[in-house]
């Protein structure tokens, strides 16, 4: 069983940045892939970062490609998502999620085993 906390969620102008952070419960956390996904108001759940669970690969959405940096520290079981220049359109709720080592699909929700309640992050123009 993992459990998975994010923070760091908040309230910016356009072009700022913002930090979110997952933190894992658990023991084997260095075996899981883990994700970002947003639901904006009104969306469905969409990916936004993954990194595997030897954080030697990341993968993004063409939305936030160049812009958000996932990372993970397995010493500290945390993964986190560096937000920058952001844009109204980020705003969402962001949520951490986890999975036992990959898939190929690793964009679908159905995918994670494990989520986390979410974070708000609001970007003004």
């Known amino acids: 069983q993992v459990q998975l906390v994010e923070s760091g969620g908040g309230s910016v102008q356009a072009g700022g940045s913002l930090r979110l952070s997952c933190a894992a419960s658990?023991?084997?956390?260095?075996?899981?892939?883990m994700a970002w996904f947003r639901r904006a108001p009104g969306n469905e759940r969409e990916f936004v970062a993954v990194i595997t669970w030897s954080g030697s690969m990341t993968y993004y959405a063409d939305s936030v490609k160049g812009r958000y940096t996932i990372s993970r520290d397995n010493a500290k079981n945390t993964v986190s998502l560096q937000m920058n220049s952001l844009k109204p359109e980020d705003t969402a709720v962001y949520y951490c999620?986890?999975?036992?080592?990959?898939?190929?699909?690793?964009?679908?929700?159905?995918?994670?085993?494990?989520w986390g309640q979410g974070t708000q992050v609001t970007v003004s123009s």
């Open positions: 658990g023991r084997t956390f260095s075996e899981y892939s």
């Open positions: 999620a986890a999975r036992k080592y990959w898939s190929g699909t690793y964009y679908s929700v159905g995918v994670y085993d494990y």
